[in-house]
């Protein structure tokens, strides 16, 4: 199991943007595909990112793509998603996530530990 805790959300206006990063603990951070998702009121979870254990592969949801980068530093234990050109449907709680699938999957169910979340707002 490793611990996940995320950090960096909060108000931002349109257009505007935001660094979040999450830290984990309690395994080795290099044996788990990593994933950000997010979920807004009312609304089921779903996928922003994806990065693979060594970092070189990534994936992203359709409505973050050029916008959205995720990243990994091994050393540091923490994955980053640098988030640009915010728009108000990106406000959400967004969610960190860690699973250890052979493949790196785009589903929830693929991620067995998860972080608590951090509330991302962008006024418009």
């Known amino acids: 199991q490793v611990q996940l805790l995320e950090s960096g959300g909060g108000l931002v206006q349109a257009g505007g943007s935001l660094r979040l990063s999450c830290s984990a603990s309690?395994?080795?951070?290099?044996?788990?595909?990593m994933a950000w998702f997010r979920q807004a009121p009312g609304k089921e979870r779903e996928l922003v990112a994806t990065?693979?254990?060594?970092?070189?592969?990534?994936d992203y949801a359709e409505s973050v793509k050029g916008r959205f980068t995720i990243s990994r530093d091994i050393a540091k234990n923490t994955v980053y998603l640098e988030m640009n050109n915010l728009k108000a449907e990106d406000t959400a709680v967004y969610f960190c996530?860690?699973?250890?699938?052979?493949?790196?999957?785009?589903?929830?169910?693929?991620?067995?530990?998860w972080g608590q979340g951090t509330q991302v707002t962008v006024s418009s």
């Open positions: 990065i693979s254990r060594s970092g070189s592969s990534t």
């Open positions: 309690g395994r080795t951070f290099n044996w788990y595909n």
């Open positions: 996530a860690a699973g250890r699938t052979i493949q790196v999957l785009r589903t929830a169910a693929g991620y067995s530990d």
